[in-house]
């Protein structure tokens, strides 16, 4: 199978919105594996691997979050895929 890896930045109302707990739920619901964190700056910091297929579903539905939430933008950039088995959320950073 064919994997790919992306670091995202997502940038807008993305902390005290659930934003990371709705990002574990999606990439489980995808089968992604990475993680996901809030940044001191004020925005969310993600990496995903899985299927090219999945992996475009989620940046589909990262630009939408959850309902609280309002994504102004995603800065995205292709990475080497690490190899986890699962996604998490991480402490922040």
Same mark, same amino acid.
């Not at 199978?1 to 995202?8: G, I, P």
């Not at 995808?30 to 299927?51: D, K, Q, Y």
């Not at 579903?57 to 800065?75: E, N, T, Y």
């Given at each position: 199978?064919?994997?790919?890896?992306? *670091?995202?930045?997502?940038? /807008?109302?993305?902390? /005290?919105?659930?934003?990371?707990? &709705?990002? $574990?739920?999606?990439? *489980?619901?995808? /089968?992604?594996? %990475? &993680?996901?964190?809030?940044?001191?700056? %004020?925005?969310?910091?993600?990496?995903?691997? /899985?299927?090219?297929?999945?992996? !475009?579903?989620?940046?589909?539905?990262? *630009?939408? %979050?959850?309902?609280?939430?309002?994504?102004?933008?995603?800065?995205?950039?292709? $990475?080497?895929? !690490?190899?986890?088995?699962?996604?998490?959320?991480?402490?922040?950073?």
């Amino acid at each position: 199978m064919t994997v790919v890896a992306r *670091h995202l930045i997502i940038h /807008g109302r993305v902390q /005290g919105v659930f934003y990371r707990n &709705w990002m $574990v739920a999606a990439a *489980h619901d995808l /089968g992604i594996a %990475g &993680w996901v964190r809030n940044r001191m700056n %004020g925005t969310v910091e993600a990496f995903v691997e /899985g299927s090219p297929e999945a992996v !475009e579903q989620m940046l589909q539905l990262a *630009h939408q %979050g959850p309902a609280a939430a309002k994504v102004d933008r995603i800065v995205v950039q292709d $990475v080497r895929e !690490e190899g986890l088995s699962n996604f998490q959320k991480r402490p922040t950073t």
